[in-house]
Nanobody, 121 residues
Framework: QVQLVESGGGLVQAGGSLRLSCAAS????????MGWFRQAPGKEREFVAA???????YYADSVKGRFTISRDNAKNTVYLQMNSLKPEDTAVYYC???????????????WGQGTQVTVSS
């Protein structure tokens, strides 16, 4: 079993920045691929970004160039740095874990409880 706990959400003005953190416990974090997803009100959950155990990254087109995913295996933590935020980035952001990148991107094995990000215009 894997436990994922997100933090760092909040309210920010358009153009601002936030950094989300996801602390993982319960299994070998360093060998897992990690991802971030988001779900806006009335919409389906969508993929945002993923990072492999070795540091390879993959982003949704909507956030490419604005968001950066990173990980610190020593701290069992994955981060999502969000810059140039837009009102359409408003959503609940979820951390996820998978055995590989394909799993982390399409059908993660584990999910966090989510953290709210609200971007005001």
């Amino acid at each position: 079993q894997v436990q994922l706990v997100e933090s760092g959400g909040g309210l920010v003005q358009a153009g601002g920045s936030l950094r989300l953190s996801c602390a993982a416990s319960g299994r070998s974090f360093s060998s897992s691929a990690m991802g971030w997803f988001r779900q806006a009100p009335g919409k389906e959950r969508e993929f945002v970004a993923a990072i492999s155990w070795s540091g390879n990254t993959y982003y949704a087109d909507s956030v490419k160039g604005r968001f950066t995913i990173s990980r610190d295996n020593a701290k069992n933590t994955v981060y999502l740095q969000m810059n140039s935020l837009k009102p359409e980035d408003t959503a609940v952001y979820y951390c996820a874990a998978g055995t590989g990148m394909a799993t982390a991107i399409t059908r993660p094995d584990y999910w966090g409880q989510g953290t709210q990000v609200t971007v005001s215009s």
